[in-house]
């Protein structure tokens, strides 16, 4: 199928965590304190995304309080936990109500290989798995945690037309916060 053809249904985007909204590492402190590194091009567009009627959904098999609060400060519901990836795109396609059709997925490793093949538009960062890029119809040109996921925001929200308009959104919000100071 067209890129172009699997873009236009799209209403909920997903998106892994570790490899895709970080670089995959993972750093630990002291005690129980993990550290992790999101980059704010992602964070922008995801509020873009938001604002502009696509919402995004995080699906991790790993817990953590960092992205917790990163998912909190976006406004994005996370399924932390989700070992297994087809039933957490499952668990998200029946919480927004969504096909499973009409959901793009952005992944970076073998783990999600079962969810790529359910989705309608499967997306693999720069750096995944052979496997991965495999079974994707998009692979962004940035790498997991440099700014795939508004590179993958981006796409589906010019594809099907809208990116002028989530701009404009987003330039009024800076207006009016700028009226409200």
Known sequence: MELKARILPIKLLA?????????GNIVYGSGSQEFKAFNIQDGLGIKLAG?????????????SDAVERRAAELDVKIFQGAKD????????????GVPLEEIAYVSDDLNDLPALKLVGLPIAVANAAPEVKALAAYVTEARGGTGAV??????ILRGQGRWEAAIETYLSRLHVARVGQ
Request: charged fraction near 30%; hydrophobic fraction near 45%; proline fraction near 2%.
């Open 150 to 155: 508004r590179e993958a925001i981006e796409l």
């Open 85 to 96: 990836k087809e039933v957490g795109i499952r668990t998200a396609a029946e919480v927004f």
């Open 51 to 63: 604002w502009n009627g696509l919402p995004v959904v995080w699906i991790t098999g790993r817990s």
């Open 15 to 23: 998106c892994d965590v570790d490899g895709v909204l970080t670089d």
